[in-house]
């Protein structure tokens, strides 16, 4: 069965203190990895896409490393704004025009000054 | 350039009542998806159109769900009759061809 495991679950951060999520995946049929930011009450907002082992993509103080069973989001002296959801997702093809997000559960991400 | 619109934002409503929800993808986005979050639990998919075409409806709960796309463009989402398990955050997003997919702000939806 094709999943989608994020941890940790929540993580708290002190301004500056560096760190990294983990998102692992059991899955077939792999197109890409996609990671996306969510805040309260609002959707997910698109950061990266990563297609291949050994792919990594920088955006301000996060960076995204993919191998061929895991992702990790890197946060580099994290600021009180990065707090929010972070969420992986895996994109499966379906068929030949078909496609579909699975979702992992989330890390929430708080940062305090 | 306007992002995904989904309408409303929020909807309460009796159990056995109809909902529909509504969802304006990004101009030019083919690829038109509907998720749901219910609550403690990740997102899930329900399914994808391709232009008005049902592509992918594996994740549709039940046949009390019911999804239209008019002429490619916009899309709802009908619930009929409404359960309490209904209840969750629903996503909308779209995507050009197998690019990134842009979300919705969501609609919540509260059954009672």
């Known amino acids: 069965e094709d999943q989608v495991t994020q941890s940790p679950e929540a993580l708290r951060l002190q301004e500056g203190e560096s760190s990294s999520l983990n998102c692992s995946y059991t899955v077939s049929g792999l197109r890409g990895l996609f990671w996306y930011r969510q805040d309260p009450g609002k959707g997910p907002e698109f950061l990266f896409t990563l297609y291949s082992a050994g792919e990594e993509k920088e955006k301000e103080r996060l960076k995204a490393t993919l191998t061929k069973k895991e992702s990790f989001l890197h946060i580099t002296a994290p600021k009180p704004e990065d707090s929010a959801t972070y969420l992986c997702a895996v994109h499966l093809s379906t068929g030949p025009q078909g496609g579909k997000l699975i979702f992992g559960q989330g890390t929430e991400l708080s940062v305090k000054p | 350039e306007a992002g995904v619109t989904q309408f409303p934002s929020h909807s309460v409503i009796e159990k056995g009542q109809t909902v529909t929800l509504r969802c304006d993808p990004i101009s030019g986005h083919d690829n038109l998806y509907w998720y749901r979050r219910v609550m403690g639990k990740e997102i899930k998919f329900l399914l994808h159109f391709v232009k008005e075409s049902k592509q992918d409806e594996s994740g549709m709960p039940n046949n009390r769900f019911l999804a239209e796309r008019t002429g490619g463009t916009y899309s709802t989402l009908k619930v009929q009759p409404a359960e309490l398990e209904d209840s969750g955050v629903y996503f909308c997003?779209?995507?050009?061809?197998?690019?990134?997919?842009?979300f919705g702000q969501g609609t919540r939806l509260t059954v009672v």
């Open positions: 997003a779209s995507s050009l061809h197998y690019a990134e997919a842009f």
